[in-house]
């Protein structure tokens, strides 16, 4: 009596709360007749057994019942025991198995040891170590259903959690976007410029990625960061933002700090600073003559060699300090000029072979 109950299986369901104690379900896969019988004479009291002659209708069995332990031969007639062993364990991973054989060797256990059986038999087998066995196996059983429903578990709460961190990042984002653009209008409203500034540089950096094949993630920080490249301006004395002469050299050396005023303005919100780079470095020259730190080629992330040009281009277009804006033609013979000099070649390529400014 205490065997029987000892072989009652606890069973996980797929929220780990009920838990329900059954009789395990065994499949026997043998095409001798006496050993299939013996088997459930043996096993009747204890397990609910099913008895199969062949894979086929072993294979019938596994898929219409939940089956625990399979007790598979090592030599059916129709079917190589190793192989079907493999085929049971790809397809139902946490069944256990145990190979059963008249003919052991070191080889054959290996194999079906290799191929995810939890231990074998050897014909004429011995009741005690049977039952042994079986008691073994459901054991080994539970234990992996317990660590896949523990596992199953995590991953629901990681994708949870997962989520809470999208959403808060989004309600970040959308609540940082909403205070920057109210900052780049209190900027516009100072020099008239900014705020139509950015959203045409923000054109054509998007145009510029499309075309360069650049990825949607990199795109979308990429929009961010040209939406943001003159934040720092905001730190800029109205006098400077607004005068129509050209600057002092003092004041120039006033508005070059504008690239570092926008990090100290963006730095304080985590999820932007994958923006800094761009905003920091959107001055710089390809022929290292640039600010604020003189970084030359492709020392300068790229996202801000894409925003120098763009920046540029929307001076040469639109900057109110210029008393005859240049026209599409003028500004192609500009930047080819200083390709490789101001600008990254790549780019400038890009905008004039793609007619870019068409669409600007």
């Known amino acids: 009596m205490a065997l029987r109950v000892s072989l009652y299986y606890t069973e996980f369901t797929g929220d780990n709360v009920a838990l329900k104690n059954r009789k395990p379900n065994v499949l026997v896969i043998d095409d001798a007749y006496c050993v299939r019988q013996s088997l459930q004479f043996i096993l009747r009291d204890t397990c609910n057994v099913l008895l199969a002659p062949g894979a086929l209708e072993g294979q019938f069995f596994l898929s219409t019942h939940q089956i625990d332990i399979v007790l598979l031969d090592i030599r059916l007639r129709s079917t190589d025991g190793i192989r079907l062993l493999s085929e049971i364990k790809q397809t139902y991973p946490y069944i256990e198995i145990i190979m059963i054989t008249a003919h052991a060797s070191l080889e054959t256990i ?17 009741k005690n170590e049977l039952m042994s066995v079986i008691k073994n196996a459901l054991i080994q059983r539970e234990h ?47 020099d008239g410029y900014t705020w139509s500034h950015a959203k045409r540089v923000t054109k054509l950096s998007l145009l510029i990625a499309e075309k360069m094949g650049v990825t949607d993630e990199q795109t979308q920080w990429l929009k961010c960061s040209a939406s943001l490249h003159d934040i720092g301006k905001l730190h800029i004395d109205t006098d400077i933002l607004k005068k129509e002469s050209k600057l002092t050299d003092h004041e120039y050396e006033i508005m070059k700090r504008h690239p570092e005023e ?4 963006i730095r304080p919100l985590p ?20 600010y604020p730190f003189g970084l030359q080629g492709k020392e300068i992330p790229f996202k801000a060699r894409i925003l120098a040009v763009a920046d540029a281009v929307d001076s040469m277009m639109n900057s109110p300090v210029r008393q005859n804006p240049c026209a599409v033609e003028r500004v192609e013979r500009e930047l080819q000029g200083n390709s490789g000099s101001q600008f990254d070649p790549e780019i400038v390529d890009v905008v004039i072979r793609c ?5 600007f």
């Open 271 to 290: 999820f932007l600073k994958i923006a800094v780079p761009a905003i920091r470095h959107h001055h710089e020259r390809y022929d290292g003559q640039g």
């Open 262 to 265: 926008g990090v100290k303005i």
């Open 110 to 126: 290996r194999k079906a040891i290799r191929f995810g059986a939890c231990d074998y038999l050897i014909k004429p087998f011995d």
């Open 355 to 359: 007619k870019l400014l068409s669409f």
């Open 144 to 190: 992996a259903l317990g660590i896949k429903n523990e596992l199953d578990m995590l991953n629901e709460s990681t994708l949870y959690l997962e989520h809470l961190i999208r959403n808060a990042e989004d309600t970040m984002m959308n609540s940082s976007k909403n205070n920057m653009t109210a900052m780049l209008l209190n900027i516009d409203s100072r």
